[in-house]
């Protein structure tokens, strides 16, 4: 969740582009692939999928939330622990949930931050999972 939190306040336009696609590819091609009545399966997981990263977004979005409402704060900006993380990120749901209440807008916000981080998630499982870019020399 970190490094997702980094990719959202440093490329949020690339996490938005990720998360559209996840967010729309994942469960159109679960709807295809259930229609075939052999890949039902492979459907409702690839549904199973979808559903586990909007949550995983949502708790992301509040972390990177409450890491800005710390930031307000602080002057100080050392990594935190594990237990100022959760408080943070707590922090970040309520301020959510208060944004939530303005209308329109609010909703919008959320949706926007759920999309943005769906995306930073994907990007940071696959920058881990690819590990370090090795340095090629200029020619």
Do not use: K
Not at 55 to 76: D, H, K, N, P
Not at 89 to 112: D, M, R, S
């Amino acid at each position: 969740a970190s490094d997702a939190a980094e990719w959202i306040g440093e490329r949020p336009v690339r996490a938005f582009g990720w998360g559209i696609v996840a967010l729309v590819g994942l469960p159109l091609a679960g709807l295809i692939v259930a229609l075939t009545i052999v890949g039902i399966p492979l459907g409702l997981m690839l549904w199973l999928v979808c559903a586990l990263l909007l949550a995983s977004g949502s708790v992301t979005g509040a972390y990177w939330l409450g890491l800005r409402i710390r930031a307000l704060f602080e002057s100080s900006l050392e990594d935190p622990t594990f237990w100022p993380r959760v408080g943070w990120t707590l922090a970040g749901l309520v301020a959510l949930a208060v944004i939530e209440w303005v209308p329109y807008l609010g909703a919008l916000f959320v949706a926007g931050l759920e999309i943005v981080a769906v995306g930073a998630l994907l990007i940071a499982v696959w920058s881990r999972f690819r590990g370090p870019r090795p340095v090629s020399a200029a020619i």
